[in-house]
């Protein structure tokens, strides 16, 4: 994502401004909604302004549809969540 890094080219935003790299890393939270409303409000603006990022975001938005539409079509294994649970809580911080 390097070539993400900084917005605008010419460096000029301001300092409650996200870069690239910061709105792009925030992507799945925001479609998520799992952003405070400050942080939602700073990766929407940086996406509404930003012609690079905006791209790589309506795919990841449009794929994330996709999925859920295959989840709703489709029940998982009992239990599955409960085993899913399990092994994230065995991961070391």
Not at 19 to 40: I, K, M, N, P, T
Not at 49 to 78: M, N, T, V
Request: glycine share 6%.
């Amino acid at each position: 994502m390097s070539e993400y890094r900084s917005w605008p080219p010419d460096g000029s935003r301001s300092e409650s401004e996200l870069s690239c790299e910061e709105a792009l890393a925030r992507v799945y939270e925001f479609l998520d909604g799992e952003l405070d409303a400050s942080q939602h409000d700073g990766v929407r603006r940086h996406l509404q302004k930003c012609r690079r990022c905006y791209p790589y975001f309506d795919f990841e938005r449009l794929f994330l549809d996709y999925i859920h539409e295959l989840g709703a079509a489709e029940e998982s294994s009992p239990g599955l969540e409960d085993r899913i649970r399990e092994v994230l809580a065995a991961q070391p911080d």
